[in-house]
T-cell receptor
Framework: ETGVTQTPRHLVMGMTNKKSLKCEQH?????MYWYKQSAKKPLELMFV???????ENNSVPSRFSPECPNSSHLFLHLHTLQPEDSALYLC??????????????????FGEGSRLTVL | AQKITQTQPGMFVQEKEAVTLDCTYD???????LFWYKQPSSGEMIFLIY??????QNATEGRYSLNFQKARKSANLVISASQLGDSAMYFC????????????FGTGTSLTVIP
């Protein structure tokens, strides 16, 4: 059982639809992420939310908009997507690692992903 | 800039044999952490092993070990006694002291274990 839960697991939408992906973590982590995974490409960081910072990848189109109402929940709102946006969207969370003086390794904990198909 | 390079798009290994998956990195951060993840066909990313840049010893976790060569900027994953369930994509990643919560991933290596 994963500590990071994503819904829905699969989503098919038309280019004019509006939908949202949801991510929830109950691990007490202080940072949450959205990654996009397309075939034969590196994982692409889309957004990071933490107490210290919000990071946006400037190459992410405005048709993707994140929302992080609290440290346990993260949404990715989708509107007027294009077929090339079809991909696996992975949510992850992390806590401070040893680099920040913490005792843990600070690895990313991933959800199972939301497979998005845009028709 | 941070960069992770995995030069092996696909690898094959005989069951019960050992295999090494290559990873090289580039960073200007004074300290950093290196991570390996496994992604089975189901899609979930599973954390395998961590190596800190100032760790004195190479990391080991069960059948996984990390061959860390700091001067060469390489962090290769060694899987011993391969099992059929090891067939998956494997990703190397890095988190730097100056880049906060950002992780950088390589393109991955697809490992197939042959019975």
């Amino acid at each position: 059982e994963t500590g990071v839960t994503q819904t829905p697991r699969h989503l098919v939408m038309g280019m004019t639809n509006k939908k949202s992906l949801k991510c929830e973590q109950h691990l007490g982590h202080n940072a949450m992420y959205w990654y996009k995974q397309s075939a034969k490409k590196p994982l692409e960081l889309m957004f990071v939310y933490s107490l210290e910072e919000r990071v946006e990848n400037n190459s992410v189109p405005s048709r993707f908009s994140p929302e992080c109402p609290n440290s346990s929940h993260l949404f990715l709102h989708l509107h007027t997507l294009q077929p090339e946006d079809s991909a696996l969207y992975l949510c992850a969370s992390s806590r401070p690692g040893r680099l920040a003086g913490g005792p843990n390794t600070g690895e990313l904990f991933f959800g199972e992903g939301s497979r998005l198909t845009v028709l | 800039a941070q960069k992770i390079t995995q030069t092996q798009p696909g690898m094959f290994v005989q069951e019960k044999e050992a295999v090494t998956l290559d990873c090289t990195y580039d960073t200007s951060d004074p300290s950093y952490g290196l991570f390996w993840y496994k992604q089975p066909s189901s899609g979930e990313m599973i954390f395998l092993i961590y190596q800190g840049s100032y760790d004195q010893q190479n990391a080991t976790e069960g059948r996984y070990s990390l061959n860390f060569q700091k001067a060469r900027k390489s962090a290769n994953l060694v899987i011993s006694a391969s099992q059929l369930g090891d067939s998956a994509m494997y990703f190397c990643a890095m988190r730097g002291s100056n880049t906060g919560n950002q992780f950088y991933f390589g393109t991955g290596t697809s490992l197939t274990v042959i019975p």
